[in-house]
C-alpha cells in the first residue's frame, strides 16, 4: 500500500485539506503533537472519512495538554454527550491520560517534542514498544501514523509529492 497522498490529491475536501495543511508536516509545539496523538486514537477501528469530518471539534475539545490533564469526571459527561466528537470512553479516557503522561515527560525532558527527538532514532517496532509502555490506546498503526504524521518516521509523502521535503526530520 501506498501514502496517503495519491488518494488525498484526488481528493477536493477533507483529505487533501488534511494533506496540504498538516499530515507529515512538522508539529509546531507539543499541544499540537498531542492534537495529532489524539487525532490517530480517534481513528482507530473507524474510517478516517469519520475523523475528519470531526477533526476540528476533536481539535477544539481536545485542547491544550494543559487543559485535557485537569479533565475530571464532568468533563468526561460533557465529551461523551458532544456528537462532534468520536464518542468513546476508552478514546477520552486515553487521551486523559496521555496528556497527563506527557505533562510528565515535559518536566523530565522540557517538551514533548524533545523527548520524542531523544528518540529519534529508534525503528518502528521500537516506537511502538516505547509508546505502549508510557500511553494508553498506541498500537501498532496508531504509532506509525502519528509518528509519520509528525516527522519522526518516514513515509507520509510519496517521493513525488511537493510536501515531501517537509515530511522526515
Known amino acids: 500500500m501506498g501514502s496517503y ?3 488525498a490529491r484526488r481528493d477536493n475536501g477533507i483529505h487533501r485539506e488534511h494533506h496540504d495543511t498538516e499530515h ?6 507539543d499541544d499540537d503533537l498531542f492534537r495529532r496523538l489524539r487525532l490517530e486514537i480517534s481513528q482507530a477501528g473507524l474510517s478516517f472519512d469519520i475523523v475528519l469530518r ?7 475539545e481536545c485542547g491544550s495538554v494543559d487543559s485535557v490533564a485537569r479533565f475530571g469526571s464532568r468533563d468526561i459527561a460533557r465529551l461523551m454527550e458532544n456528537p462532534g466528537i468520536i464518542r468513546n470512553r476508552l478514546k477520552i479516557m486515553a487521551a486523559i491520560y496521555n496528556a497527563r503522561k506527557i505533562k510528565e ?3 523530565i525532558n522540557g517538551s514533548f517534542g524533545k523527548w520524542l527527538d531523544s528518540h ?10 516505547l509508546f505502549r509502555k508510557e500511553f494508553k490506546f498506541t498500537g ?13 518516521l518516514p513515509g507520509a509523502h510519496d517521493p513525488d509529492c511537493q510536501f515531501r521535503e517537509n515530511n522526515f526530520k
Open 24 to 29: 507529515g508536516r512538522p508539529a509546531v509545539d
Open 54 to 60: 470531526k477533526k476540528h471539534s476533536i481539535y477544539r
Open 120 to 129: 529519534r532514532s529508534l525503528k518502528k517496532e521500537e516506537w511502538v514498544k
Open 140 to 152: 501498532r498503526e496508531i504509532v506509525n501514523e502519528f509518528l509519520m504524521s509528525a516527522g519522526y
Open 5 to 7: 497522498c495519491g488518494f
Open 105 to 107: 515527560l515535559q518536566k
